[in-house]
């Protein structure tokens, strides 16, 4: 199996024309940026690349467009998760070869099955390849349904070769150190990543990688803060970490168009969200723009492509 | 309101005698312990000490306890909660006359009280006495009612006697959010981390933990908190790793495990109340070969 360690991880939205088809042409232009600015890997159709409003075939598209275009220079991690399970396997089959890196999946979308059955669902996505494979903990955007447990990843690690890691989203200390700790016994080489940017505790207690889709809107401040965490001076992130915090707050106020927005605030406009997602209205584009304002710091974060 | 909290504090658990009863004399060898082993701080009763399950004359009598066993060499602070308020400012007012150093308040039980409820109770509270409080947030086991960081900021400006806050939630974005708030407007604000969560927090601002396993292994606690607060990640890691797995240990039905922990430390504290189950011969003899496997038995202090 593959030793892929991901690092850097930047995600990218997707982004959309005005009759909300994907603009390709834009989508070149902010893969090269992620490219340039600091992204280690890619990690495409997240749920901040608005996936599940992608219908397979657009997702196959995506995965297929973005893999050209990075042509070998970064490792790219394809998001596979669906509510059936052979869908999802099917997508896993298709990045593989296409030519991912390694895949990732969450938990089912709407059914709330049984633990085993969740497990079952994970389990046949994972083992669907030979390449990495990482589970994404993201309890808060899954309705704060299918909470993953330590004993569920052990079973995972026995059932999956390709088992990589977890990404966690939940931000929850007693869980990533459960895992981690757990695993590490089992296979030191087992990896946690932090799903979004809160890297000095996710880091702390083992974090080797971060998945990040604030790296579209300010890759400097992101870099910075990822690579203190890699030399483990956590108090030294400290104030990187809380300026990324309120960069962070500004866009989740801003509701789903908010990491939009700040793209656009930032002159690399990659239009709204598809419905069912909000767009963000021009008052609230207004709102995001002043709070962005107020973070000094992006103004030492490129404009522009 | 000079108080300053740091370290590795503890919060006894309550000894019982077989009839369940309060057993004060060990509770003394107990306080008397845990200060002599490095507590920077005591309080009592936290959840860990039963507090829910002791009357109102009970509390009284085991803080009164805790302040002479402590006789000034660290700080006192008195956890007040109740399911009634107005036992709460009960005890809130024994505390302060009994020379109590500060007391300790979690938001209010089983209502899902609103927020401006939950500000008003601890403005309420606060300006009740003339001591220092601390608040202490649980969201997790107070089903989502909590202390975010709009209400702490209210509190802080409503209240200059609010000095430190047990914060229990584990939560990357809630304790940031708290610490940054809260740290702006008194920066000498403490936040403590509920139980020893001291690797992910003392990088954002945590000052120290109220400990869960300080009554089993006290030099093991110290020794995370002095690797956290000095910059040594790996070896913080691995002795959070350890910790975590003693929590693991002994939160199930806390803090029963742990008393029965204490039994094999040789430091037997009796039953725990009901509805808490009280650790059998056998769940004793498993916690033993946990304490065994991570080296404990070994390396921190057996009897009292």
Same mark, same amino acid.
């Given at each position: 199996?593959?030793?892929?360690?991901p690092?850097?991880v930047?995600?990218?939205?997707?982004?959309?024309?005005?009759?909300?088809?994907i603009?390709?042409?834009?989508?070149?232009?902010?893969?090269?940026?992620?490219?340039?600015?600091?992204?280690?890997?890619?990690?495409?159709q997240?749920?901040?690349?608005?996936?599940?409003?992608?219908?397979?075939?657009?997702?196959?598209?995506?995965?297929?467009?973005?893999?050209?275009?990075?042509?070998?220079?970064?490792?790219?991690?394809?998001?596979?998760?669906?509510?059936?399970t052979?869908?999802?396997?099917?997508?896993a089959?298709?990045?593989?070869?296409?030519g991912?890196?390694?895949?990732?999946?969450?938990?089912t979308?709407?059914w709330?099955p049984?633990a085993?059955?969740?497990?079952?669902?994970?389990?046949?996505?994972?083992?669907?390849?030979?390449?990495?494979f990482?589970l994404?903990h993201?309890?808060?955007?899954?309705?704060?349904s299918?909470?993953?447990n330590?004993?569920?990843v052990?079973?995972?690690?026995?059932?999956?070769?390709?088992?990589?890691?977890?990404?966690?989203?939940?931000?929850?200390?007693q869980f990533?150190?459960n895992?981690?700790?757990?695993a590490?016994?089992?296979?030191p080489?087992?990896q946690?990543?932090?799903g979004?940017?809160?890297?000095?505790s996710a880091?702390a207690?083992?974090a080797?990688?971060m998945?990040?889709s604030?790296?579209g809107v300010?890759?400097r401040?992101?870099?910075?803060?990822?690579?203190?965490?890699?030399?483990?001076?956590?108090?030294?992130a400290?104030?990187?970490?809380?300026?990324?915090v309120?960069?962070?707050?500004?866009?989740?106020?801003a509701?789903?168009?908010?990491?939009?927005?700040?793209?656009?605030?930032?002159?690399?406009?990659c239009?709204?969200?598809?419905p069912?997602?909000?767009?963000?209205?021009?008052?609230?584009?207004?709102t995001?723009?002043?709070?962005?304002?107020?973070?000094?710091w992006?103004?030492?974060?490129?404009r522009?492509? | 309101?000079a108080?300053?909290?740091?370290?590795?504090?503890?919060?006894p658990?309550?000894?019982?005698?077989?009839?369940f009863?309060?057993?004060?004399?060990?509770?003394?060898?107990?306080?008397?312990f845990?200060?002599r082993?490095?507590?920077?701080a005591i309080?009592?009763?936290?959840?860990?000490?039963?507090s829910?399950?002791?009357?109102?004359?009970?509390r009284?009598?085991?803080?009164?306890?805790?302040?002479?066993?402590?006789?000034?060499?660290?700080p006192?602070?008195?956890?007040?909660?109740?399911?009634?308020?107005?036992?709460?400012?009960?005890?809130?007012?024994?505390?302060?006359?009994?020379g109590?150093?500060a007391?300790i308040?979690?938001?209010?039980y089983?209502?899902?009280?609103s927020?401006?409820?939950i500000?008003?109770?601890?403005v309420r %509270?606060?300006?009740?006495? !003339? #001591?220092?409080?601390?608040? $202490?947030n =649980?969201p997790?086991y107070?089903?989502? +009612?909590?202390?975010?960081?709009?209400?702490?900021?209210?509190?802080?400006?409503a209240?200059?006697?609010?000095?430190?806050?047990k914060e229990?939630?584990?939560?990357?974005?809630?304790?940031m959010?708290?610490?940054?708030?809260?740290?702006?407007?008194?920066?000498?604000?403490s936040?403590?981390?509920?139980?020893?969560?001291?690797?992910?927090?003392?990088?954002?601002?945590?000052?120290?933990s109220?400990?869960?396993?300080?009554?089993?292994c006290p030099?093991?606690?110290?020794?995370?908190?002095?690797?956290?607060i000095?910059?040594?990640s790996?070896?913080?890691?691995?002795?959070?790793?350890k %910790?975590a797995?003693?929590? !693991? #240990?002994?939160?199930?039905? $806390?803090? =029963?495990?742990?008393?029965?922990g204490? +039994?094999?430390?040789?430091?037997?504290?009796?039953?725990?109340?009901?509805?808490?189950?009280?650790?059998?011969?056998e769940?004793?003899a498993?916690?033993?070969?946990?304490?065994?496997?991570?080296?404990?038995?070994s390396t921190?202090?057996?009897?009292?």
């Open positions: 199996m593959s030793t892929l360690t690092g850097l930047h995600t990218t939205v997707t982004p959309f024309s005005a009759d909300l088809k603009d390709f042409a834009t989508f070149e232009k902010l893969i090269a940026f992620h490219l340039r600015n600091g992204a280690e890997a890619l990690a495409v997240m749920h901040a690349g608005e996936s599940v409003s992608l219908s397979d075939t657009e997702q196959k598209q995506v995965l297929d467009f973005v893999l050209k275009q990075v042509a070998g220079k970064v490792p790219v991690l394809a998001h596979v998760s669906d509510s059936g052979a869908i999802a396997a099917a997508r089959r298709y990045a593989e070869k296409a991912a890196a390694a895949v990732i999946a969450t938990a979308y709407y709330t049984p085993a059955m969740v497990f079952e669902h994970i389990a046949q996505i994972g083992s669907a390849v030979k390449i990495p990482y994404l993201a309890p808060d955007e899954m309705g704060g299918h909470h993953m330590t004993d569920m052990m079973k995972l690690m026995d059932r999956l070769p390709n088992f990589a890691g977890v990404i966690d989203t939940s931000l929850d200390w990533m150190i895992i981690v700790s757990n590490w016994r089992r296979n080489k087992f946690l990543a932090a979004n940017e809160y890297m000095v880091g207690v083992g080797t990688s998945i990040t604030l790296s300010a890759p401040h992101i870099h910075k803060l990822y690579d203190i965490c890699r030399t483990e001076k956590y108090f030294d400290r104030s990187t970490q809380e300026d990324i309120l960069l962070r707050r500004a866009v989740v106020q509701g789903h168009g908010g990491l939009k927005g700040a793209l656009r605030a930032m002159g690399r406009d239009g709204q969200p598809r069912p997602l909000d767009s963000l209205s021009p008052e609230g584009y207004a995001l723009k002043a709070a962005l304002d107020k973070l000094t992006l103004t030492n974060e490129p522009g492509w | 309101m108080l300053t909290l740091r370290g590795v504090m503890q919060s658990v309550t000894p019982l005698k077989d009839d009863s309060l057993d004060i004399p060990t509770y003394e060898k107990l306080v008397d845990h200060v082993t490095g507590a920077t309080s009592w009763p936290h959840h860990k000490g039963e829910l399950n002791l009357t109102m004359d009970e009284k009598r085991g803080a009164e306890a805790t302040v002479k066993a402590v006789a000034g060499r660290v006192v602070s008195i956890h007040v909660s109740s399911l009634a308020v107005e036992d709460s400012m009960a005890l809130a007012q024994h505390a302060q006359k009994i109590a150093d007391i308040a979690i938001t209010p089983f209502w899902g009280p927020k401006q409820a500000y008003d109770y601890f %509270l606060g300006n009740s006495i !003339d #001591l220092p409080m601390i608040a $202490y =649980s997790s107070l089903e989502g +009612v909590e202390i975010d960081a709009e209400l702490i900021e209210r509190l802080l400006i209240l200059p006697n609010l000095i430190a806050m229990a939630s584990f939560n990357s974005e809630k304790f959010e708290i610490s940054r708030v809260a740290l702006k407007i008194r920066p000498s604000f936040i403590v981390a509920g139980v020893e969560f001291l690797a992910p927090s003392v990088p954002l601002g945590c000052v120290g109220y400990s869960s396993a300080g009554a089993i030099n093991l606690c110290t020794k995370l908190f002095d690797a956290c000095n910059g040594r790996a070896e913080a890691r691995e002795l959070q790793f %910790l797995r003693l929590w !693991d #240990l002994f939160r199930d039905q $806390y803090p =029963s495990s742990l008393k029965g204490m +039994v094999v430390m040789g430091r037997p504290v009796g039953p725990t109340r009901p509805p808490l189950p009280t650790a059998t011969k769940r004793q498993y916690i033993a070969t946990q304490l065994e496997e991570l080296g404990i038995l921190e202090p057996h009897g009292w």
